[in-house]
């Protein structure tokens, strides 16, 4: 197994340099037809073999049953799912699991809220491109057309019309604009190639960096309509470490240059469309945007999807998709995609990426793939005396703290009695539901942090856990629809307890719990209430209801 | 009452009471308790996780302490620390000399004139950056963004370098004022340990009060039941993130007692009338108050300076606010003896143009400009650095952001040059070649 080292450079980029080897090359890949899952399995298994480590046993069917439900539908699931999940044969029962989660609304939802946060993590959340990222994935708009979308910022009408955001959220800051598309849409940090060509990766020169910005550089947002067009004409000047001013060519990362085909203009055209721009980016008053023949932004967009020599666009996703469901990318960081940082798994990489390219960049058959992979299966639970194995691995499934959508959207599932849930089949219903889950989680998931790297959770969240109103009136209510009213109707506390952990927790009580909660209850027996909401909040905030395992 | 037992939360004896006693301790043991002592342990490993060295003891002793004096917007250093009087650039204000010898400040700073032997002024900032928010990001990291990692902000550094695992008080306090001067600070890759208390919405810190309709005795207890319920969770796997949790909870009884600490109307009437009746006085009694008990690092923010149109009017409202309640917040820390313990920093994210423009306004300038640190490390009475007559440029003693975060940092006696390790990634508590200005530390 290939063990790197790290170097740094003084403006702290970082460089992981292969110490070990590498295990084949892509002509020895596995046969484009193989399924995703066995070719999955098998580079994994592979790899493991080779580093002599020893995977774990799978994770047991209910707590397959929530992790999956989590990570494709954005929640827990209710007790109608989880009895129609008992009900299902057992040899099949993962596999009708995925394809009913995959066709359900919360698949959209959730990948909608999966792009968003990716993709706008510092902004607020706008409707308009969460409305747009929705609509395309109902409409099951395969990823390179969602980029082409985005990257052109084609003001459509309707729910699409937030398209743009990406673009307008970054359009006063030239750099955040380059450096974020180098970094979300093709796993590549350039920005230390922004001062000097990088001193230790030799593929990232300041060309690359200012390639990149040539493309962006006309991006303007006009005023009146809040619109992001393009200039017709301008450049990128940069000065390089011989001082020399350098005008910056169209180039992607791949190297690939394009020419640049702006028209010739006399002086007195190019003063009058000076003009014009000015107009619209400053001026309220009416004026049509007007469209350049030559676009930059298309033509990054052509280029990434030609690339077909590092294939940066198709693997940043797949590396993207696989670090969200597994916990930790093949390439980490993600944004360190580049020839000194060999993934974990080259070869897997190597394979997916041939296979998106040739599946039209499908995110649902990729993500139908890793979740039905033994890698995905395993238990998160490790309890040997000796280290767990490296994440890398995936001899062991991470734990993995919820989003604030996962978590708000699942607080609200468990609260409610189960009679509230529709029936499995009602599609129709459901999605009225999943929307009411989605509105209501709305206004809880500023509450919570989002993960990202060097994630704790907040002591915000152990103060609003413990001293919020909403908490206590909301989460904690005993009305009749909700599961502590649910609970009243029962005096029996075994069948009370085994149903909170069943609600809450997924799964039923271990005996010792099942006798220390039982002790809870009894302690006090005339606010027997009263102990059971004490008892339900004490699950709801303790971590195996925060994480995902 | 007769059943008490300790099922290892961090919880006071007195409070072991009655419900705490429902689980036996064979039970809990059950329930996968693989420990009962080191409350933070957890974080322990966390820290040890960005830091390898010992946790540097001695210098958390010291009980050294930070209140920064935001100035959101950017004040203009003419008509504060480095006024130009007489020059076409200057305005209209006089300058005044202080009780430093040779150190003249603007006529708008008249008490803190008077208190300069606590105080330097930098006045040779030039941070380059003149937008608010890559201004902010700047100098309160004291280095650039980088897309690659995100930084701790001064505030979060300083409580990880001075706060204490086992304190009951917050590390780290941001204080809300209105409207744009909201910017909630970051922990950056120190994680949300670090992360700052933020007042948003009142004086009083949200979610710190017990509701009434929970019981005190049920509001330890249940803690406790959370917590013994999620331990064999939590021992089978081995995450930090799931341990910071736990760590999260356990901080919850020690940060509520601390809410009184926000409650100015328990100082003496006489106390409350010295700080005046303004919010940033107020808040400046509030940083006093938690400063007093321990608190590491106070960020109180006072807004909006950015005074693009009618730039005098402001800064002769602004100034009168800042000059009183910074006067009155030296004194009252000297009083105290807190002073020898405490650096009070008046900074924001740039200063203000030399140019007045048409609107009588000053625009955003990070080319040459001042701050003032006074307190705890400082060689009162300097006025460090130079800008040209004009106040266009730094003629002498040229300091970076990265400089400022390296001099605030050695103020408290922290090496700038100590390490963080981020993953594999070192990285320097201020930014690699930057240098503390020796001139105004004692």
Known sequence: MPSNTGIFCRCHCMVVVLCGSNLGSAEDLLPANTEITIAINHYVHQQLVASEVAAVELADDLTLLRRTTLDLGGRVPTPVERDWFISQPASDRRRLLVDRLMQSADFDFHQRNWLDETLLPNHPYNDDFRNYLLTAGQDRRSWDTVFREIMTAAELDGPEKGAGQFLKSRVRQLDDLTNDTAILFFGVNISCAKCHDHPLVPHWKQDHFYGMQAFFQRTYQTRKTSSVAERPFGEVKFANMAGETKTAAFMFLSGEVIADRTPQLTDEERKLLDERVRKLEQDDAEAEVFVPEFRPRDELVTLALHDTKDHFFAKNIINRVWARLLGTGMVNPPDQMHSGNVPSHPQLLEWLTADMVSHGYDLRRLIQGIVLSEAYGRSSRWTSGSEPPSASTFALAQTRPLTPRQLAASLHVVIRSAEQWSAIENTEEWMKQRTDLENLANGWVREFEQPGEYFQVAVDEALFFSNNGRVQDELLRDSDDRLLGQLKKIEVQAQAIEMLWLAVLNRVPHPDELAAATAWLDHVPDKKDESRKQLLWALLAGPEFRFNH | ?442
């Open chain 2, 1 to 442: 009452m007769s059943h008490v037992r300790s099922f290892g939360t961090c919880i006071p004896a007195h409070h072991a009471v009655s419900r705490r006693g429902f689980l036996s301790e064979g039970a809990v043991r059950a329930a996968g308790a693989v420990t009962v002592a080191g409350c933070f342990a957890s974080d322990m490993g966390q820290i040890h996780a960005l830091r390898s060295e010992e946790v540097a003891s001695e210098l958390r002793n010291q009980d050294k302490r930070v209140i920064l004096l935001w100035l959101a917007g950017g004040a203009s250093q003419f008509e504060t620390w480095d006024p130009k009087p007489g020059a076409k650039t200057g305005g209209p204000f006089r300058a005044i000399q202080t009780n430093a010898t040779g150190v003249h400040i603007s006529e708008l700073l008249p008490e803190l004139s008077q208190r300069m032997h606590h105080t330097a002024i930098i006045r040779s900032l030039n941070t380059k950056i003149a937008d608010h928010g890559g201004g902010a990001d700047l100098v309160e990291t004291g280095r650039l963004k980088d897309p690659g990692i995100l930084y701790p902000d001064l505030g979060a550094v300083v409580a990880r370098e001075l706060g204490r695992l086992e304190s009951k008080v917050p590390d780290y306090v941001s204080l809300y004022t209105s409207t744009e001067g909201r910017r909630k600070g970051t922990s950056g890759f120190l994680g949300a340990r670090y992360a700052p208390m933020f007042l948003s919405e009142s004086m009083i810190p949200l979610n710190i009060a017990r509701l009434d309709a929970v019981a005190e005795i049920d509001h330890h207890a249940r803690a406790g039941l959370r917590e013994a319920l999620g331990r064999r969770f939590a021992a089978s796997r081995r995450s930090q993130t799931v341990d910071s949790q736990n760590s999260a909870y356990q901080r919850v009884q020690g940060l509520m007692a601390s809410a009184e600490l926000f409650d100015i109307t328990q100082e003496p009437a006489e106390v409350q009338a010295r700080y005046g009746p303004t919010q940033f006085g107020h808040q400046c009694l509030i940083a006093r108050r938690l400063i007093e008990a321990g608190v590491p690092f106070v960020k109180v923010a006072r807004a909006w300076w950015d005074s693009h149109g009618q730039n005098f009017e402001t800064h002769q409202e602004l100034c009168a606010d800042l000059d009183h309640s910074m006067s009155v917040l030296l004194d009252d820390l000297e009083q105290r003896g807190l002073l020898k313990n405490t650096l009070v920093i008046t900074l924001g994210e740039f200063g203000r143009t030399p140019q007045i423009n048409s609107s009588l306004g000053r625009d955003h300038f990070a080319s040459a400009w001042s701050c003032s640190l006074s307190g705890l490390g400082i060689r009162g009475g300097v006025a460090y650095g130079k800008t040209d007559p004009e106040g266009h440029t730094v003629v002498e003693g040229e300091a970076s952001a990265a400089d400022l975060f390296a001099t605030i940092l050695a103020a408290l006696g922290i090496d700038h040059k100590h390490e963080y390790t981020v993953g594999a990634r070192p990285v320097p508590l201020a930014d690699f070649g930057s240098k503390p200005i020796l001139d105004v530390l004692t």
